[in-house]
């Protein structure tokens, strides 16, 4: 301000002012702040002044209304917990949103205003103790001036709406039905800054964390504020341990039941929540894309293994025809030569016997004729065209005693080479049949020692704990004078494998023969008389009713096990050959115990076969 703005009667300079300086000043606090509002709205200081007292009043949560004295003297003091504390103080507007400044104030002015004393000077009336209602007001601020029994008081908020919008929901009104709910249940979080509902445009994860903190959201809401009886009221410690077990019990009962409705409220958002179809259509989508790029890749690759393919048959039918063409001319080269060599050969072998013809087979008999003639056969046939051609040579020389001796010479060289080959082969046979192995090893088994070595390889099957020292000691046993280990009884076992079936057959009749032979009922007749043979009641049996209904006897089942193996399923008249060797059955008797014997068989492998996978089960 200028001097001149300022009226005064007379003007005067008491000092010198001071040199201006700069000072650096930051702009803060609530003046700067309010300063900045006047700018910003263009009011004057004047109106901001009014503004900011109507604001303040405003903001302190009282009601402008004129209070309803009516309600508050409606109030049962003694039912003080089902009235609504904040409408009782004057925050019905504010309610769990104001501060305990607010409360405080709000309860002072209740008290100014409603105290009995106050009151009494007035002239109204007063009840007596907690009959009146100014009683309500007190316990509406020892609930609320309390934060752990306000929390209990706000989580029954009367006035707090527990529906849920419906799984019905259009996608048109989604956002305006579920928006609102969700803010409403979020003053209910442990957790601080819940995720936003978004819209529309809301990106994949956004929409993800919202549900994700939704599906495990967690409630600090309580319901102590319910409990029917105080656990204080009780009588003694019993008593007020089951008011505390009562009082539990009821508040898990509504914690479950509040934690199935924000469930049942997420499902309903999540069901029908417009962008999860946007986001399942889209990962459809990109899964599909994934898919056809996949499936191209795939393709082209096929594609490329194909062209490479053909390219590789292609190129390997040039290589093949081209061999092909190289192993024909070698043939036609080979053929050719062979032909030519086989007509050189073809001359030599006229040359040679002509020759040979000349010096009349160089025989002195009509017998060493013969064999001299089989040996020109041989030598024509088995010479090479080098040594024929060397033997022709010597022949036509002319020198008749020096082509007597080549040739006699090649004669024996012939049937020396001829011997060395069938002894070569005799060898082989040796070998396969086991020959060898037991003309090194041991001697020569008999007739007896072999066919109790098929009997006892058949008493002990494979399995058999040290089978092979069994059998040997089994063939001692039975064999009178025999002395075989389980090497030599393993070795003539293979050996006896290996046989074909000729040999086979032949063993099986030689010892059927010998069998028949020790077990005739009645002995053959002799060249002095004739014997005569009485019929058994079996046989009798047989001729007359055509069966023998006697259970088999050891001998017949030895006799029918005998011819099995000599008559094999290959031999014509299989059963009529077989009831004729047991005098005592017929041809049905016979079949009859085969169908039973090969029964039992089957009926034991089964067995076997049960126990074996019961034992693997274990």
């Known amino acids: 301000m200028s001097p001149e703005d300022v009226e005064v009667e007379q003007c005067m300079v008491v000092a010198k002012l001071s040199a201006t300086r700069l000072v650096p000043v930051q702009p803060a606090g609530r003046w700067y702040e309010a300063y900045c509002l006047r700018r910003r709205n263009k009011h004057s200081l004047s109106h901001h002044s009014l503004q900011s007292s109507t604001s303040e009043e405003s903001s302190s949560g009282l009601s402008t209304d004129e209070e ?13 917990k089902d009235q609504d504390h904040y409408t009782v103080l004057g925050l019905g507007k504010v309610r769990h949103k104001a501060t305990e400044g607010q409360i405080k104030k709000a309860y002072k002015k209740k008290v100014l205003k409603h105290h009995p004393d106050k009151r009494k000077a007035s002239g109204q009336d007063v009840k007596e103790g907690d009959d009146d209602y100014f009683t309500c007001i007190t316990r509406a601020y020892e609930i609320l001036g309390n934060s752990n029994k306000r929390r209990s008081y706000d989580s029954i908020d009367p006035e707090f709406d527990d529906s849920i919008p419906s799984s019905s929901v259009s996608k048109e009104n989604f956002f305006q039905e579920f928006l609102p709910v969700f803010q409403a249940n979020s003053r209910w979080s442990n957790k601080k800054n819940a995720p936003t509902f978004g819209d529309i445009n809301s990106s994949y994860e956004e929409v993800n964390n919202f549900y994700a903190f939704w599906y495990d959201f967690d409630s600090w809401r309580e319901y102590s504020y319910l409990d029917e009886e105080e656990k204080e009221k009780g009588e003694n410690r019993e008593e007020r341990r089951w008011i505390e077990k009562q009082n539990k019990a009821a508040r898990l009962k509504r914690k479950k039941e509040e934690t199935t409705r924000i469930r049942q409220l997420v499902d309903n958002a999540y069901a029908c929540d417009p962008r999860i179809q946007k986001f399942k259509d889209d990962e459809k989508e990109r899964k599909l894309a994934q898919k056809r790029a996949k499936q191209e890749v795939a393709r082209a690759k096929a594609e490329e293994e194909e062209k490479k393919r053909r390219e590789e048959l292609e190129a390997e039918r040039l290589k093949k025809e081209q061999e092909e063409e190289i192993a024909k001319a070698q043939a036609a080269e080979i053929k050719k030569e062979r032909d030519a060599q086989k007509k050189v050969m073809k001359k030599e072998k006229k040359n040679f016997r002509t020759a040979v013809k000349e010096f009349d087979y160089f025989a002195e008999d009509d017998n060493e004729r013969v064999q001299n003639m089989q040996d020109v056969d041989k030598l024509a046939e088995l010479l090479s065209l080098t040594s024929l051609q060397s033997l022709n040579e010597t022949l036509t020389s002319g020198d008749s005693e020096k082509a007597r001796t080549a040739y006699q010479t090649q004669v024996k060289e012939m049937n020396e080479q001829l011997e060395k080959e069938k002894q070569k082969q005799m060898d082989a046979m040796r070998k396969q049949t086991g020959g060898a192995s037991e003309s090194a090893g041991s001697k020569d088994w008999s007739h007896d020692e072999l066919q109790t070595l098929i009997k006892a390889v058949n008493v002990f099957p494979a399995g058999t704990t040290s089978r092979w020292e069994a059998i040997a000691s089994f063939i001692n046993q039975h064999i009178e004078g025999s002395n075989r280990n389980a090497k030599e009884t393993l070795s003539k076992a293979k050996s006896l494998q290996k046989m074909d079936a ?22 053959s007749s002799k060249e002095d008389g ?10 009798q049996q047989v001729s007359q009713t055509g069966s023998n209904p006697a259970p088999w006897t050891a001998e017949e089942q030895k006799l029918l096990e005998q011819a099995l193996k000599t008559y094999t399923a290959n031999t014509p008249e299989r059963w009529e050959r077989i009831a004729e060797v047991i005098p005592s059955r017929s041809k049905r008797d016979c079949m009859k115990r085969y169908k039973e014997l090969a029964e039992l068989v089957r009926a034991k492998k089964a067995a076997q076969a049960a126990a074996a996978s019961k034992a693997k089960k274990t």
């Open 68 to 80: 309803d004295e009516a309600m508050l003297k409606s109030l049962d003091p003694k039912e003080w």
């Open 502 to 523: 000729d040999q086979k057959q032949a063993v099986n009749e030689k010892a059927f023969q010998k069998f028949a032979k020790d077990h005739k009922a009645v002995s």
């Open 530 to 539: 004739v014997s005569e043979r009485f019929e058994t009641v079996g046989e």
